[in-house]
Each structure stands twice: as C-alpha cells, then as structure tokens.
C-alpha cells in the first residue's frame, strides 16, 4: 500500500508565501508523474501544477509564474513553492501521484489566505 502525506499549508496574508510538501511512503516500485490539485469551497477540484519523470513542469495559467513545483527524488517527495498569494488561491491543496502504475492521493492540507 502506498500513503501520500501532505504538509505545510495554513494560513497566510494575501503577498505572503508557503511551502507545501508531499511524502510517499509504502511499497513503492515504480513512480510516475507527480502534481498538485486544489479544491475550493463548493467548487471541483482543479490542476495546479505537475512535473514529470524527467523533470518537466507545467502549470495552470492561474498560478503561472508564482507557484513551483519541484521534487526530491531521495526523499519521495514533492514540494509546491506558492508566492504571492492571493484570496482566490484559498482551497485544499491535494497531491496526486502515479505509482505503481495507479493514481494515489494525498489527504489535502488547508491553504487559507487573508485580504
């Protein structure tokens, strides 16, 4: 079985900045691409950002040029750089892998960000 653990969100004031940070753990032999979703109140949860087996990143336009994704590939884990936030940026932030050739989320971590 394999877990996604995700931590770092919390609250912060609009310009300020997290970090959030996704751990794999389990029975893990194979590993795919790696992103982060987000789900605000009473809306569907969207893409934010992924970053491949080579390395490539890709990001929605609304985060374009303030988040960053990146990994630690001895560490199992995956990290979401997000600066300069904004209001409409507050949602649960959630990880999502491909492992072991299935898709595993994490639990979501709470990103609040004041006005």
């Known amino acids: 079985q394999v877990q996604l653990v995700e931590s770092g969100g919390g609250l912060v004031h609009a310009g300020g900045s997290l970090r959030l940070s996704c751990a794999a753990s389990g029975s893990i032999s194979s590993i795919g691409a790696k992103g982060w979703y987000r789900q605000a109140p009473g809306k569907q949860r969207d893409w934010v950002a992924i970053i491949s087996t080579g390395g490539s990143t890709n990001y929605a336009d609304s985060v374009k040029g303030r988040f960053t994704i990146s990994r630690d590939n001895a560490k199992n884990t995956v990290y979401l750089q997000m600066n300069s936030l904004k209001p409409e940026d507050t949602a649960v932030y959630y990880c999502?892998?491909?492992?072991?050739?299935?898709?595993?989320w994490g639990q979501g971590t709470q990103v609040t960000v004041s006005s």
């Open positions: 999502n892998w491909n492992v072991n050739y299935r898709n595993y």
